[in-house]
């Protein structure tokens, strides 16, 4: 790889972390439409810790998906890290996760952790890690005794 290849490499990582901070901003201002935005068509949306796990295909799939979703949870995202990879069209991003299950008006509070990967500038796969125990929790009308 010679330096205009590092350089394209790395121009290209820096656009997809911005879209990646896009994706999770938008998570924060409940603007669906603005997540949904930074999918590829063919996306692919895994929750692998989920419970059953979750994988998701394609936009449309993705966007009727987090309308029930964003329904359920209003979350404020915060990234707090950024791993740069080999592959210039994967990012991994840690971020936490505060707010509220609606249904019940609980508060939640997670960890994430994000593998995307990108397609023609567009996140076309993402797998999210969590621990599902505190969305349990918050969804829960009464505490566990």
């Given amino acids: 790889m010679d330096a205009n290849d590092h350089e394209q490499a790395g121009a290209r990582r820096a656009q997809h972390i911005r879209i990646a901070e896009r994706l999770l901003a938008a998570v924060s201002a409940g603007d669906r439409s603005a997540q949904v935005a930074c999918y590829h068509p063919d996306v692919v949306l895994e929750f692998p810790y989920a419970a059953p796990p979750v994988r998701i295909e394609g ?14 949870f209003e979350l404020r995202l915060t990234v707090t890290r950024v ?18 299950a609606r249904p019940t008006d609980r508060a939640y509070a997670n960890t994430y952790i994000a593998v995307l990967a990108f397609r023609d500038g567009l996140v076309v796969g993402q797998r999210e890690f969590y621990n599902p125990v505190p969305a349990a929790q918050a969804l829960t009308a009464t505490p566990a005794s």
Wanted: charged fraction near 30%; charge should be negative; include cysteine.
């Fill in 59 to 72: 936009k449309d799939a993705v966007d009727a998906y987090l309308e029930v979703a964003l329904g359920i």
């Fill in 83 to 100: 791993h740069d990879c080999v592959d210039p069209d994967t990012v991994i991003v840690e971020f936490t996760g505060e707010g509220r």
